[in-house]
């Protein structure tokens, strides 16, 4: 018999943001009964504050093929083939699905979808909606579908505490409140760990829970040494710290400028505005590095406000005039490439367990995401994971054995020192001392992350180290994956 807390269903989504609503909707399509736990309200999801957009070949000129040929390149390498390829070819499908849910993307007089352009795409690719108010829109329709449709059972302000485990396979989840939730699938999307870093463009619940859940469960992480910056977040604005100025600003026009020489308005540009997110982000460390100065100045005083409206509302709420004055910015932790080793549907390393979105990593990223990839991703692996957690085997019942639950892990919020020790020390640039006195740090995903840096002793995308400058190219291909022995191994992936 069942405890009277246990809830069951075909398949736990543990996560509501664009990769967990999307799995939602596509397993109850298919029939299943889905629990979808979510811990925060809809607006404190990564997904939510997407501004830029989705990737996907759509252009008449695009091919799926060159979209791969764009993502290989700003990977630096180290970019997963076959989950890329596949990214690259169910792109355009899964938003052909959005709009058939209901999502409006912006679109010319005869409905031909508007396409923007961001660092690393060769031509235009990003779809959008309100200008740069994707992740809002599409969230907000999701959500509707979702609490509408009766094969799901939505339990929001929920947080998963553990992985439920028998005889090594994942049976569930349990929930902080004690309740137990039953699945023939367990999903996690519970995003991104970037808020670990002190300096972020993300939410504050960005803190890799899920990676810590499901390596607590016996699920292989990799790729931990992989955290995108985003060149352009606000900087030195009360109340904006960290607010991000979309890419899709750069792909319309706007300029990156130095610190201005005495007597001047304007400094000097100095780097490709869009070329890959690694190369903005170094390029503006290293001339804040020369000149001591906090900041680098985003001109978007030549760029329409309409089409950004979003954007321009915040940087005006905060005091900052965008048709008259350069914003400050700097780069902060943006995205993290690394997470819950999948294979091409989502399935983590522990049999019944799945991880999609943010938290997994397929290495389709590399050691670079190319711009608005990850939301495509969110859709594309969404959809995949949900069909194939259906083929999973109902879990035993209950019987006199109760589940074995992993150990609880520290779910509480990292303390200040952590996110500092992580912005200095497995920042933008990396030094074995400073990555080896992370290692003592008592946030477990701080060490991992430092365990990770070190084993890769090179420079290569997101991770740069002063002590190792250059790309081994004995490791292209190859991935730093912890399993439970927290110790990084290199697997080559294809
Ligand atoms: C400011 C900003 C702009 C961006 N712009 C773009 C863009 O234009 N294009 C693009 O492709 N990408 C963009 N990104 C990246 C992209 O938004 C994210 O990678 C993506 O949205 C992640 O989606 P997700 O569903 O994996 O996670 P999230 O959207 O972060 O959702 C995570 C969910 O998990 C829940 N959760 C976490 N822990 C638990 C737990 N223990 N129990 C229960 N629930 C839990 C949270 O409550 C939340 O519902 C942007 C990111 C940011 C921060």
């Excluded at 736990?37 to 997904?47: E, I, K, N, W």
């Excluded at 209901?102 to 031509?123: M, P, Y």
């Excluded at 329409?304 to 005039?321: K, S």
């Excluded at 999609?356 to 995949?384: D, Q």
Aim: charged share 20%; proline share 6%.
């Amino acid at each position: 018999m069942a405890a009277e807390s246990e809830l069951s269903y075909d398949i736990a989504v543990v996560g509501a943001g664009a990769a967990g609503l999307y799995a939602a909707l596509t397993a109850a399509g298919a029939g299943a009964s889905v629990a979808l736990v979510s811990a925060t309200p809809l607006a404190q999801t990564a997904s939510y504050w997407a501004q830029g957009g989705i990737a996907a070949a759509l252009a008449v000129d695009d091919s799926p093929e060159r979209h791969l040929t764009d993502t290989q390149s700003a990977g630096r390498g180290a970019v997963r083939r076959s989950a890329a390829a596949v990214l690259c070819e169910e792109a355009p499908a899964r938003v052909a699905d959005l709009e058939r849910l209901g999502v409006n993307f912006d679109a010319d007089r005869r409905g031909v979808l508007a396409l923007g352009l961001e660092g690393g795409h060769s031509l235009r690719r990003v779809v959008h909606a309100g200008g740069s108010a994707t992740g809002r829109r599409v969230l907000r329709q999701l959500s509707a579908l979702a609490v509408d449709e009766p094969r799901i059972e939505v339990l929001e302000g929920a947080r998963a505490a553990s992985v439920r485990m028998r005889d090594e396979r994942c049976e569930g989840a349990t929930l902080e409140d004690g309740r137990s939730l039953r699945a023939r699938a367990t999903i996690l999307a519970t995003g991104g760990a970037a808020a670990l870093w002190s300096r972020t463009t993300n939410p504050p619940g960005s803190l890799g829970v899920g990676m810590a859940l499901a390596h607590a469960a016996g699920a292989e992480l990799a790729d931990l040494e992989f955290l995108q910056f985003h060149p352009t977040a606000v900087t030195g604005v009360p109340g904006r710290e960290g607010f991000l100025v979309t890419e899709a600003i750069r792909g319309e026009g706007a300029t990156l400028h130095g610190p201005p020489p005495p007597g001047k308005q304007v400094g000097e540009r100095f780097v490709d505005e869009l070329a890959p997110r690694d190369e903005v982000a170094r390029a503006i460390a290293a001339l804040l590095a020369d000149s001591g100065s906090t900041s680098v100045g985003l001109d978007m005083r030549a760029i329409e406000p309409a089409r950004f409206p979003n954007v321009v509302r915040a940087l005006r709420d905060a005091g900052l005039d965008p048709a008259r004055e350069l914003i400050p910015v700097s780069p902060a932790a943006h995205y993290m490439m690394g997470g819950i080793v999948t294979d091409l549907h989502g399935r983590a390393t522990v049999p019944g367990l799945y991880a999609i979105g943010e938290t997994a990593c397929t290495g389709l990223h590399g050691a670079n995401r190319l711009a608005s990839n990850s939301l495509s991703e969110c859709f594309v692996f969404g959809a995949r994971a949900a069909l194939a957690g259906l083929d999973e085997a109902e879990p035993a019942v209950a019987a006199a054995c109760a589940p074995s639950e992993p150990p609880a892990v520290p779910l509480a919020r990292p303390d200040r020192a952590t996110q500092e020790a992580l912005w200095h020390h497995a920042g933008i640039v990396r030094t074995r001392q400073g990555l080896q006195s992370l290692l003592d740090d008592p946030h477990p995903l701080a060490r991992l992350v430092a365990a990770c840096a070190l084993q890769r002793e090179e420079s290569r995308g997101a991770h740069q180290r002063s002590d190792f400058s250059d790309t081994n190219p004995e490791l292209n291909g190859r991935h730093a994956v912890v399993g439970a022995d927290d110790r990084p191994r290199l697997a080559e992936w294809h």
